[in-house]
């Protein structure tokens, strides 16, 4: 998220709705400390979603193309569940489950210029990406 200097409000916002969540009986510390019955289930993020919601700063949003939740002009990926940087995508792909874009776009930024992979770290998982992609066409988890 960006925000531009004259709009440093919204952070401030932002700050206090999670801080309203903390004395709300949230554990700040815990990513989803309770469950979708909490007034704060996931408290930075529904803290941030209830501070765009009230803002009086200008906000440009996306819709969920925006993220490559579903086709459309993706302009930042998300990766929901399971993370490219962690796990077998090959182990995923044998369960039926490919590898997402935001997965197979992921590997084609790490190279530059924060590189978290060795040259051939980084070749291995993009061949396993790519085998991965290339199973997950013809089979596929209901």
Request: with cysteine.
């Given at each position: 998220?960006?925000?531009?200097?004259?709009?440093?409000?919204?952070?401030?916002?932002?700050?206090?709705?999670?801080?309203?969540?903390?004395?709300?009986?949230?554990?700040?510390?815990?990513?989803?400390?309770?469950?979708?019955?909490?007034?704060?289930?996931a408290s930075?993020?529904?803290?941030?979603?209830?501070?765009?919601?009230?803002?009086?700063?200008?906000?440009?949003?996306?819709?969920?193309?925006?993220?490559?939740?579903?086709?459309?002009?993706?302009?930042?990926?998300?990766t929901v569940?399971?993370?490219?940087?962690?796990?077998?995508?090959?182990?995923?792909?044998?369960?039926?489950?490919?590898?997402?874009?935001?997965?197979?776009?992921?590997?084609?930024?790490?190279?530059?210029?924060?590189?978290?992979?060795?040259?051939?770290?980084?070749?291995?998982?993009?061949?396993?990406?790519?085998?991965?992609?290339?199973?997950?066409?013809?089979?596929?988890?209901?």
């Amino acid at each position: 998220m960006g925000v531009a200097a004259a709009h440093a409000g919204f952070l401030e916002l932002w700050r206090k709705l999670i801080q309203r969540a903390g004395e709300a009986g949230c554990d700040l510390k815990t990513f989803m400390p309770g469950d979708r019955e909490m007034p704060f289930h996931a408290s930075d993020q529904d803290a941030l979603n209830i501070a765009a919601m009230y803002s009086e700063y200008p906000l440009s949003t996306l819709g969920p193309q925006g993220m490559g939740f579903v086709p459309g002009d993706v302009k930042m990926y998300h990766t929901v569940g399971q993370k490219p940087w962690r796990g077998s995508f090959l182990l995923r792909a044998l369960a039926g489950i490919p590898p997402s874009n935001a997965m197979k776009f992921f590997f084609s930024q790490v190279s530059s210029p924060i590189r978290p992979y060795s040259f051939l770290g980084l070749r291995v998982r993009k061949l396993a990406c790519s085998i991965s992609a290339l199973l997950g066409r013809f089979y596929r988890r209901n």
